[in-house]
């Protein structure tokens, strides 16, 4: 599994060939291959090391990268490089697999050109890293985190999670974080923190070939130092009929913006939504205590499985839980029938979330000490792997500075 402090950007368009020369190396390519972060690549995967590599490019182009296995002597792997260099294109890059731990082979191969030598023992996610590192856009050092929030059915309260998660994050970790409304029609990221911004996400999608970092920075909305939104229009003026792929340049480019970013996913099962959650660092699923709830959460997590082998399961959280003369499935049973670990469990209480939705604030807003708002900073533990999160102490100019940093922010 990936270490959750340290996100892998989305490898771009690229062709891949890798020539391997043992069995464990070829399956490690293949899964490397299925890797989520490597859907917009090209590759083959070929046995035969770096003869079969000098083989193929006699007589054909060479691809974006190379990757080549060999277990022979230096002198050997040395002289079939060079042979290599010879038929390579401009622009291609090689990376080098090897069993022999040695920095003197190391600088060698990287003085000669070579992208990186990779040592076994390794894995596909270590390998999916290095080719990611391997084409960040230069001086980019970012690689914001983005975390999927979505509920198992409608009406489960995910988006006041997902808006609550992001507002904590924000505040217990001092870090920049993005909130993505990506319920065009009816979203109501505007509506919890009172905000009525002219731009936001759907301008985002819809922009073509003007879409840059600069353009994406210029459709948020501040909410304060550290928390920015970027809205949905939340209107029925037109139909959103969208593709497969189109939040994915828009998500992109918002790794680069900021550490932490949040996607308030609605409900419902389309292309474009199962590609955000299979593409996400982080996917929390939001259920509620009854049947469809459980069917439903146990039918996501079968579906994402596949396209997430190289990551953690998808996280699940239950919400409104123990509402008076409510027939519920209980915790212990409903994290028994899907198999895992539940990351937490937020109790019905109607007036607090109540007045905070009125109020357009956070549930910290309105009660910071309430066992709902450390439930909350519990998450963002959870979801971030942090544990310097820190629980701001309550005064009596609190709710007064809240109000005032949320004016500035407007």
């Given amino acids: ?92 890059k090689v990376i080098v697999i090897g069993r022999v731990n040695d920095i003197l082979l190391y600088r060698e191969l990287i003085a000669r050109g070579i992208s990186e030598y990779i040592v076994h023992p390794f894995n596909s996610a270590s390998f999916v890293r290095s080719v990611s590192e391997l084409y960040a856009a230069p001086g980019s050092r970012l690689v914001g985190r983005v975390i999927a929030v979505t509920g198992s059915k409608g009406g489960v309260g995910a988006s006041t999670v997902a808006h609550n998660l992001a507002w ?80 994915e340049q828009v998500i992109d480019l918002l790794r680069g913006t900021a550490p932490f970013i949040v996607l308030d996913v609605p409900h419902g099962w389309s292309g474009w939504k199962r590609r955000t959650l299979v593409s996400a660092d982080d996917v929390l699923l939001v259920a509620g205590p009854d049947l469809a709830s459980l069917r439903n959460a146990k039918n996501i997590f079968d579906a994402l499985k596949p396209a997430r082998a190289n990551d953690s399961r998808p996280k699940i959280l239950m919400n409104g839980v123990g509402m008076l003369k409510r027939p519920e499935i209980s915790v212990s049973d409903f994290a028994r029938a899907i198999e895992v670990e539940l990351t937490g469990i937020i109790p019905h209480d109607t007036k607090l979330f109540g007045t905070a939705a009125n109020n357009g604030q956070m549930i910290g807003e309105i009660d910071q000490s309430s066992k709902i708002a450390e439930s909350f900073v519990d998450l963002v533990r959870s979801m971030t792997g942090r544990s310097e999160v820190r629980r701001a102490k309550k005064n009596m100019f609190t709710p007064l500075m809240a109000k005032l940093g949320r004016k500035s922010a407007s």
């Fill in 1 to 92: 599994m990936n270490d959750v402090s340290t996100p892998i950007a989305p490898v771009p368009r690229i062709s891949i060939q890798a020539f391997c020369e043992q069995t464990d190396t070829h399956h490690i390519m293949s899964a490397a291959q299925a890797d989520r972060r490597m859907s917009k690549c090209h590759m083959k995967i070929h046995m035969g090391g770096a003869a079969a590599a000098v083989d193929a490019y006699r007589d054909a182009p060479t691809p974006n990268l190379i990757v080549i296995e060999s277990s022979g002597e230096k002198s050997v792997l040395i002289e079939q490089l060079e042979e290599l260099s010879n038929l390579c294109d401009s622009g291609t």
């Fill in 168 to 247: 904590t994050m924000a505040r217990t970790l001092d870090q920049p974080t993005v909130i993505v409304d990506m319920d065009l029609p009816f979203g109501t990221a505007g509506l919890d923190f009172n905000q009525d911004p002219p731009q936001g996400i759907a301008d985002a999608i819809f922009a073509n070939d003007r879409l840059d970092a600069n353009y994406v920075e210029r459709l948020m909305s501040r909410c304060s130092d550290k928390l920015s939104i970027m809205a949905a229009p939340a209107t029925l003026d037109r139909q959103y009929d969208l593709g497969e792929d189109a939040f």
